[in-house]
């Protein structure tokens, strides 16, 4: 988590073994005691929990709001580094 700059006491991780959700009680385990075949895909997501962010974008007070021209778009000002540096690399 440290290196996508993930806080862990606001991020839930969750770990998928070809799109099926691995039982929360293996999840202290090493990924060489979970019996998994050879080549198996591990699909992580990564979601924030915290008090106080909305659910989604959607539930926002001021997602409704702006001019029509503006659709409510915040994301105008160009490419954010911080935000960019927590990107995986291609």
Known sequence: LNRIKANVAHTKIELFVGGELIDPADD???????????????TAKLTQISSNMPSSPDSSSDSSTGSPGNHGNHYSDGPNPEVESCLPGV
Do not use: A, E, T, V
């Open 28 to 42: 202290r385990k090493l990924i060489g005691q979970l019996n998994l075949k050879d080549k198996s895909l591990i």
